[in-house]
């Protein structure tokens, strides 16, 4: 079973910066974070793959940076200029490249407000 844990998140105000990290117990081929606001279905914010290939959605690029330590089996999200809209409880995943399944973090909340 693969082990996500996640660490980093919390309270910050609008236009600050925040940074999640997440290590796997094994290399897995796409490792990113998924957000999930209030009232909100569960949505892709990022992700990454060993091959090189990048993803982010489309509100966060130019604030948002992801990036892969392959080596240490870790994924890290750089957040700046955080916005309210940012709020969300924000999810580590992982899966392999020739299955569909996804393996989850515990989560870590991450809110945005003055």
């Known amino acids: 079973q693969v082990q996500l844990v996640e660490s980093g998140g919390g309270l910050v105000q609008p236009g600050g910066s925040l940074r999640l990290s997440c290590a796997a117990s094994?290399?897995?081929?796409?490792m990113g974070w998924y957000s999930q606001g209030p009232g909100r279905q569960r949505e892709l914010v990022a992700a990454s793959t060993t091959t090189g290939n990048v993803s982010v959605k489309d509100s966060v690029k130019g604030r948002f940076t992801i990036s892969r330590d392959i080596a240490k089996n870790t994924v890290t999200l750089q957040m700046n200029n955080l916005k309210p809209e940012d709020t969300a409880v924000y999810f580590c995943y992982a899966n392999n490249r020739l299955s569909a399944r996804k393996y989850w973090g515990q989560g870590t909340q991450i809110t945005v407000s003055s």
């Open positions: 094994e290399t897995m081929y796409r």
